[in-house]
């Protein structure tokens, strides 16, 4: 898939499009309903309905309605959250296994970079401190022998 240079470049940029997309996702959503209610027979006794069961019940009205804007909101939550999960929170965790060996003496294990933004410059940095680490441990080794 080519992704456009602007998201490869920035994690935050990819977390403004996903969200994004989920709203436009819950606006056509809205747009589909609302369209079928209003074009469809009987509209006016159904809306009637619903405004007499609102003053009638107004409690229950405004449960229902949280509810609604609830599932609106969760459709781009969601689609961020796995977003996050896959972008940020899977590399840290696999960085962070590899300085773990590091800091246990397997040094000669390279941290692949893999990408153009923020993680990729943070994995090119331990990459760069994993190699100087090496050649320090190499001299010290040389020197010793």
């Known amino acids: 898939m080519n992704t456009p240079a602007f998201m490869r470049k920035s994690i935050i ?10 709203a436009v996702v819950v606006s056509v959503l809205a747009f589909g309903i609302f ?43 969601v689609m961020t959250y796995f977003l996050l999960k896959k972008e940020v929170i899977d590399p840290l ?28 410059n943070l994995q090119e940095s331990f990459e760069r401190m994993r190699m100087s680490l090496k050649v320090i441990i190499e001299k010290l080794e040389s020197d010793q022998l």
């Open 13 to 22: 940029n990819k977390i403004l499009v996903i969200t994004i997309s989920g």
């Open 35 to 77: 369209y079928f209610i209003f074009t469809s027979e009987g509209t006016y006794h159904f809306l009637e309905n619903i405004l007499n069961y609102a003053k009638s019940h107004p409690l229950t009205f405004a449960i229902f309605l949280g509810f609604l804007t609830f599932q609106a909101a969760l459709i781009p939550i």
């Open 93 to 120: 965790n696999s960085i962070a296994q590899h300085m773990e060996k590091i800091s246990m003496g397997e040094i000669d294990e390279e941290i692949p970079v893999e990408r153009e933004d923020e993680i990729g």
